[in-house]
């Protein structure tokens, strides 16, 4: 190390007197293939930014149009039929949305564990399981109620096979992720003595995942509240078939009251997230 | 700290691997490398051509400057890491790279090892770390929590903690101990299921003098009343002439040195840490 | 001078643009000397916000989205775009229990989407012509086409409301499933082209101009691609008056909407 | 310790002569409250089941109608020029998607630190950070459009702001949970030498946090790609709209067709993803 | 090794709160603490009534049993967990139960701390955890990374990793690091700004002997050149007889010793680990 850079020519400045300190490159090593990659990723991006990305100018002047919708959404619908029949489409959605992201992290939980890197017992078949993963996210929630339709007939069952889906989709990903990347210490530590896969998420990762599987569990359970299709799609009413044909008729004021319903219920859910979170340390 | 020295009850097995009697003399060595190398990435080589035998009941002390590659032997010799030359044979085990499943699961059945930074589940308590430290031993999700586990596993890892002193603490959340009690838990964690052979990676580097001795006397009591084999890496020359048969010292990835621990001094050591 | 920008709403008329953009686009820019945008928008409400922000100049739209604008905002029809054979039906299967308007008694209808001419106003319209009551006769739903048409094969459902075209498109992705109409509606006012009350009145002209007169053109233009022959024989009305969509004002009440006042702020 | 069992009777087995294996309790004791807790939850799940999920009898004897589905979905479209629309309509949304993902991203980190539990600089006052990253979750597409449609008009723009805002409400909750989950080790050793709170973002957070990053956002980037709704609600085009349409008028083979085109694209963004994800370690 | 002992270049702001020369002898203590008490949630005391004053420039030892409250005792002095009792001086900053945000922002500027566990950033190179070392001296982003560090800065931290023996391996991932080197980069990062106050738990833990014995030598010139004042707790008898101007002595979170290291021997000291 200390002869290191004997055989170069004296440089001045206060580095110079300390071999080493011109050797460790302050960026990564600029070669010309990533000189040419980051120039392509450059162009394809600014590019894009010019043909798609707001100019200021636009966004100024928007504002009183913006102010006009406002008002007019404002103040939200409370007549208190409407405000009833909401209640109870709200009920209705958050059981479906319950049962089914319920079922959906049960069946996500045993396909992440089966798509991480380093855990899965799969070894190189593990892109089985992301696959199967990507393709329940991929398939529109319209085909996926389709053929449930097909199958169960139209109605809440279809929908909590919907949301089932959807939620596995989307937790199967987030699940795995955090298992791929909690510490590696405790689980070197366990494979030491011998344990089995299983062993090993179920002791050293699970209790560092929790959090982050609380995080992600709640908010799939909101992301099946809030999401306002699925349940419309199949005939299960829903609050967000409800959000919807108030905008389609144009009945803002109890589009809006819809919205602060569901805001509300997501604030909820964010607290308890929080609580939870907190709880589990 | 007395019952760890009979044969464990999770491990009395009649037809298991571990009979409490020596097995015959003069057999074949426990673990035998055979100029086993191993370089990270395109890095230098950190093990660098290492050959060893330990038999069994001895307890080896493994000496090195800070980087010589004390942990990674470890590692190396029990197929967490792949090394990249030369062989390995370990409690029956023969391999090259790295052990295949099936190896590797026999072989970690009779293993303990104590990690330099532990290597606790914070999240759980340190009870349920230590019956973690069973899980090579068949007993499924039983060893996963400790209010999963049976009575007999659970006492077991009352018993381990008792004999590292920290019986005590047994419901505290890992993350909570201190840096003694942490390594403390890693002990007990590794004694937990009666292991044939016991690698430690500076088990008392976090220990108070009075703790550090318990856990060399722990370990002398280990080897001498029932066979097992130990291996740890120390910086604490005392704990290495005092309570190990054999110093082996590493300088570089290389073997330097490797003695019967009788009649040598701390100066004679000395050479190991310099430049 | 700035591009006129028109927001196209109507599904089928987007299908046609999304195949057929660069032709239709181009021969109505040949034929009015004017710099077109067009703009294929998926959602009516905001086609109709678009307008009312004085965003787009020109919607292309339907009935039920004309009386909407006409009521917030005081738009003005340039050019009617008929559609042959654009008439309503409630369509069940041949072979199902349903033979007549009055077996839907008690059962359970799919609309496709909410506040659509063809599949929600129209159907229910129907309907109602034939003495059904919307809503207490029977069971109105709105579930999207497509996962009606399955609702209905397994019999979760009676019937549903869609338009010819749509009904001759079922009819071609399920070979094996006989279909039949039970009622249909007379035929619906024509889609149209509407401007903002403070579009550039001379550009209007021109385009209303341009689809008068080089109407044949302009639709030879959209027919370029082989999927949208269903507009073969259309043709572009000047004379199409607001009047022509009382039938459509009166298919809301039908559905129980009476006007757009919150819409308009109070 | 010695002797906490000494006045407590005597009882058989093998943990009895070692004092305090019994004072272990096994679980969390059961106070009345939770269990009552305990029990209502259970209650309302159970009853949410019965109402909403499927029974096994109804799933069977679905699969032949859902095969018959699935004959008439397949094989996919292959008409070369609907395939060269379908490419242009990707491309376009990829360029949206993209700049969209991008800015949103970059909107979202702020808000995320300024949300994150023990990082954030406000304090108490975090919520406000939290409540606005709800609030663009809540409020639906369709209303954000129509804000952005009447600000800037129709188009692309008008798209990208959406994206903007639903990446925002996405990242900034995924972003922010990264952040509080983090290693506190690094965090409390920076503080310690007193690193203001954006030192430690920036420090021993942000690298610890990269992979989890990389997994959110190109997860983001990806629910951009797919989102079928956005791009087509403010006259963008786009390969959702394509998809819809598709749909709507019963060509389902061309609708399999725009669904496996994403489904490559999903695909190869998760290989971006594990391939980031394992350079950065 | 040397430059350490100038005044840091990066500290030798002359309005800045570390005159190079002594400050007035007799002065009031750098630390005291006023019968501090500390407990966890609803668990026991592991602070009770901690007394203690510690002047500018001595070396003090802090002893004691594992879990005796070394490292709370440590973590509480400079604000990183609130007080439950007492009150505390540290660097002309008096605080009760945690210090305000300004008293933090002025105390740490002059403080260095080793963690027991380290605390390195994994990710990152050890270089750039020294580079963090220096992020209260008013560096902002410029100290995020070594990338990014003004050249003096640079130095200083290369300097610094020389210092501890660690500048071959300063572009090496922290978290490829041994135990042994790790440890050497948390000291180098305390220790880059040329801190008045450096508080170290168990810095030679992980340290070989003559490693551990290097970092001895290094805080006694911080202190005698410098007067650096210099709190560490150890494990290690000689560490604190031979380096240490006093012993202080923690036993479940008393204070039960306090006396100057001159003529005490180990004999003295083993009561303090005893039950
Ligand atoms: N994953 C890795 N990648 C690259 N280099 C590594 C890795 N793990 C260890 N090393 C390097 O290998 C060398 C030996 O490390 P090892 O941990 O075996 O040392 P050690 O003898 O245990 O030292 P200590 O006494 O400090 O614990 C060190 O220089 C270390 O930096
Ligand atoms: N966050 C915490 N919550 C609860 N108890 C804690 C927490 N941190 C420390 N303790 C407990 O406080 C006691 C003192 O811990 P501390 O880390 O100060 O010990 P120490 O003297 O540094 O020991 P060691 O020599 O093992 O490092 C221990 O019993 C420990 O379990
Ligand atoms: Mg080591
Ligand atoms: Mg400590």
Known sequence: ????????????????????????????????????????????????????????????????????????????????????????????????????????????????????AGLSPLGRLRWLARGTVSLFRTVPDLVWALFFVSAVGLGAIAGTLTIIVDTAGFCGRFFAEAMEDSDKRPREALEAVGARKLDILASAVVPQCMPSFVNTSLFALELSVRSSVVLGIVGAGGIGQELKSAFELFQYPKASAIILAIFVIVLVMEQLTDWLRRRLG | ???????????????????????????????????????????????????????????????????????????????????????????????????????????????????????????????????????????????????????????????????????????????????????????????????????????????????????MRLFTRLAADQARTLVYTTHDMRHALEHADRIVALKAGRVVFDAAATDLSERDLEPIYRG | ADAIKIAVTDIEGLEALQSEFGPFEAALEKSTGLDIELFPVGNRTAAVEAINAGQVDLVLTGPAEYVVIKELTDARIVVGWQRPDYFAQVVTLADGPIRRVQDLKGRAVAFGSVGSTSQHLGPAQALTDLGLVYGQDYEPKIISRNVAIEALIRGDIAAIGMNYSH????????????????????????????????????????????????????????????????????????????????????????????????????
Chains 1, 4 share one sequence.
Request: net charge positive; glycine share 10%.
């Open chain 3, 167 to 266: 009904l001759q498109r079922a009819r071609e992705a399920y070979p094996d499933v006989a279909f039949t109409v039970v009622a249909r509606g007379r035929d619906l006012p024509n889609d149209i082209l509407v401007a903002r009350a403070d579009a550039d009145p001379a550009a209007m002209d021109k385009i209303r101009k341009a689809f008068v007169e080089n109407g044949k053109s302009l639709l030879a233009a959209v027919l370029k691609g082989e999927d949208n022959q269903k507009y073969k024989g259309g043709f572009f009305l000047a004379t199409v008056e607001d009047g022509d969509y009382d039938y459509v004002r009166s298919m809301y009440t039908t559905i129980g909407v009476d006007g757009f006042k919150n819409f308009v702020g109070n």
């Open chain 1, 1 to 116: 190390m200390a002869d290191t850079t004997s055989s170069r020519p004296p440089t001045s400045g206060p580095a110079a007197s300390r071999p080493g300190a011109r050797d460790i490159a302050r960026w990564p090593r600029l070669t010309p293939l990533r000189f040419t990659l980051l120039v392509a990723a450059g162009a394809v991006l600014l590019a894009s930014i010019g043909d798609v990305a707001p100019s200021a100018d636009r966004l100024i002047g928007a504002v009183p149009r913006m102010g006009s919708l406002l008002e007019r959404m404002l103040p939200p619908e409370t007549d208190p039929a409407f405000l009833g029949r909401m209640g109870l489409r709200l009920v209705e959605t958050l059981q479906i949305a319950l049962v089914g992201t319920l079922f959906g992290i049960l069946l996500s939980f045993p396909l992440a564990w089966l798509s991480a």
């Open chain 2, 1 to 215: 700290m007395t019952a760890l020295l009979k044969p464990s009850p999770l491990n009395a097995d009649p037809a298991g691997p571990t009979p409490a009697a020596p097995a015959p003399a003069a057999a074949a060595p426990l673990i035998s490398a055979e100029s086993v190398t191993k370089r990270f990435a395109d890095g230098p080589a950190v093990l660098d051509g290492v050959t060893l035998a330990i038999r069994r009941g001895e307890r080896v002390a493994l000496l090195g400057a800070n980087g010589a590659g004390k942990s990674t032997l470890l590692r190396a010799l029990v197929g967490l890491i792949p090394i990249t030359g030369g062989a390995v044979e370990i409690l029956g085990q023969r391999f090259t790279r790295q052990p295949t499943a099936r190896q590797r699961a026999t072989l970690r059945r009779r293993l303990g090892f104590v990690f330099q930074f532990h290597g606790l589940v914070g999240r759980t308590s340190a009870l349920s770390n230590v019956v973690n430290g069973a899980m090579g031993q068949g007993h499924g999700w039983r060893s996963w929590h400790q209010s999963l586990a049976p009575a007999a596993l659970r006492d077991a890892a009352l018993e381990a903690l008792e004999a590292v002193g920290l019986a005590d603490r047994a419901t505290a959340r890992a993350d909570t101990l201190s840096g003694g009690q942490s390594q403390r838990v890693a002990i007990a964690r590794a004694i937990v299921h009666g292991p044939d052979l016991l690698f430690a990676d500076e088990p008392a580097a976090s220990l108070d003098p009075a703790a550090g001795l318990d856990i």
